[in-house]
């Protein structure tokens, strides 16, 4: 298995511009994360999802950010309009049996 | 609520000296505990995962213990090496797809 695999894995983009992550769980798992990570704050969960059914969304900072997983192979998380303060960054995981994977990273930077 | 928390945050050791990480948790109901490595600029990779049942866990130089009962968790390092200079990440698994993070220990082992 390729693991998680997250695109793109670096973005530069300017404020005000929508940004979209993508992601690939590992096959056969049913639970995928989202999660923030920043020097300031360390490692924040956005939303998870179960069975391709967000669960729990309450980490999602604003509005602007919305997640969807269509399908349990697919998910993306999408920040619209994007914000200097956004930069940070993002990394998707799969868990099974409570366990997680985690992705190498989406660095997102908001000029 | 759960929280997690890492101990020292940051730890400088020459080359060869066996190392303590510690991890503590405020709810003993757990179901795992995993811990994770962090490399700068990369994702988390899965080191050791400890279920509630059980009381250590060993892979080559690594050894996890836990005590639920007081809340705590070590990563034992054996014979440090300046390539296992690295974040780690303690994280419990409450239930309800959850994973609670702690802040890391940031390693650096001089050679």
């Known amino acids: 298995d390729a693991g998680v695999i997250q695109s793109p894995r670096h973005e530069v983009t300017e404020m005000g511009q929508e940004v979209t992550l993508r992601c690939k769980p590992i096959?056969?798992?049913?639970?995928l994360f989202w999660y923030r990570q920043t020097m300031m704050r360390g490692l924040e969960l956005l939303i998870y999802?179960?069975?391709?059914?967000?669960?729990?969304d309450s980490g999602m900072p604003e509005d602007r950010f919305s997640a969807k997983m269509p399908n349990a192979s697919f998910s993306t998380l999408k920040i619209q309009p994007s914000e200097p303060r956004d930069s940070a960054v993002y990394f998707c995981?799969?868990?099974?049996?409570?366990?997680?994977?985690f992705g190498a990273g989406s660095r997102l930077t908001v000029l | 609520k759960q929280e997690v928390t890492q101990i020292p945050a940051a730890l400088s050791v020459p080359e060869g000296e066996n190392l303590v990480l510690n991890c503590s948790f405020t709810?003993?109901?757990?179901?795992?505990l995993q811990w994770f490595r962090q490399d700068p600029g990369k994702g988390l990779t899965s080191l050791l995962l400890?279920?509630?049942?059980?009381r250590e866990q060993t892979s080559g130089r690594l050894n996890a213990s836990l005590d639920k009962s007081s809340g705590r968790s070590t990563l034992y390092i054996a014979a440090s090496q300046p390539g296992d200079s690295a974040t780690y990440l303690c994280?419990?698994?409450?239930?309800?797809?959850?994973?609670?993070f702690g802040a890391g220990t940031r390693l650096f082992v001089k050679a």
């Open positions: 995981a799969s868990g099974w049996a409570n366990v997680l994977t």
């Open positions: 096959s056969g798992h049913n639970s």
């Open positions: 999802f179960n069975n391709n059914v967000p669960i729990d």
């Open positions: 709810d003993s109901a757990i179901y795992n």
């Open positions: 400890i279920q509630s049942s059980q």
């Open positions: 994280a419990v698994y409450p239930g309800g797809f959850k994973t609670i």
